[in-house]
């Protein structure tokens, strides 16, 4: 007689994986998942490329050169460029790739067109080799989104948060796990900033900082804007978000909802 052998499915087995490195959760095994997942990995860890053609077209178009020469905390050199989302050509191409990198790595939904008609866009390039001139390949490693905006929300101190209680004014919750809360009175706020990004291997090396000064210098022209005066908000932060708010803005930046 045969001998039968029981059969079993290992359903323990989730074929849904999160990447430890850029965090985006895909379908192993699928073939556009495992592409998307190849290349908005790559995108996250190191930046996206600015190549030749983009720089062609950025000496065409009048694209404004924030800053040149920009050092970073490991003597790395960059500079700051700012340019209007209706861009178009290459550069417009490789700003609609940055934009859905940037919501699938924030898990943020798209700004819609009518929000982006009120941005000015902060990138931050980066040499691809120490000393190279700006004619050799370079890297986007960081991009600040700013926006014209009207009022926004003081964020409140430690010994508010500890003083509230339910007779007070009350608190606005924005992130609990980090004590982030929020005063509800709408406070007249001129800049916004919707969307921060840097590349993970570039973190902690000073860009976001000098994105976030070049926007509050240059986003009204002729008014630079103070960010320990209230000046500017941030929408709601993720943690990562809240330790760069405290440091670069002093104690001033604001909390808007986008």
């Known amino acids: 007689q045969q001998k039968l052998t029981q059969l079993h499915f290992a359903l323990d087995t989730s074929v ?8 985006l959760s895909y379908t ?7 592409s ?5 990995c790559a995108r996250v860890q190191r930046g996206l490329e600015w190549g030749k053609e983009e720089e062609r077209e950025l000496l065409k178009s009048g694209i404004e050169e924030i800053a040149t020469g920009v050092k970073l905390k490991n003597s790395a050199k960059g500079r700051v460029i ?15 790739t940055l934009l859905e990198t940037i919501s699938l790595a924030l898990s943020s939904p798209p700004l819609s067109p009518a929000v982006l008609q009120r941005c000015k866009i902060y990138l931050f390039l980066l040499s691809s080799s120490p000393g190279a001139s700006t004619s050799s390949r ?6 600040v989104i700013a926006q014209r905006i009207t009022t926004a929300m003081a964020i409140a101190t ?5 003083a509230c209680t339910a007779q007070t004014s009350p608190l606005i919750p924005v992130d609990t796990s ?21 590349s993970s291997t570039h973190r902690r090396l000073g860009i976001a900082s000098h994105l976030l000064s070049a926007a509050a210098e240059t986003f009204i022209l002729g008014c630079p804007l103070n960010p320990a005066k209230g000046e500017i908000a941030f929408t709601q ?12 803005g002093k104690g001033g930046i604001r909390i808007y909802d986008e």
């Open 16 to 23: 849904l994986r999160t990447c430890p490195l850029c965090e």
């Open 28 to 34: 192993r095994g699928a073939p556009d998942d495992e």
């Open 36 to 40: 998307l997942h190849r290349k908005h």
């Open 82 to 96: 700012c340019f209007r989302p209706d861009v178009g050509g290459k550069i417009g191409a490789k700003l609609a």
């Open 138 to 143: 370079e890297k986007i490693v960081g991009c």
């Open 158 to 162: 430690d010994s508010d948060v500890s």
């Open 178 to 198: 980090t004590n982030l809360y929020v005063h509800p009175a709408p406070l007249s706020t001129p800049m916004g900033i919707p969307r921060l990004f840097v």
């Open 237 to 248: 932060p993720t943690g990562a978000g809240k330790a760069i708010l405290e440091a670069w």
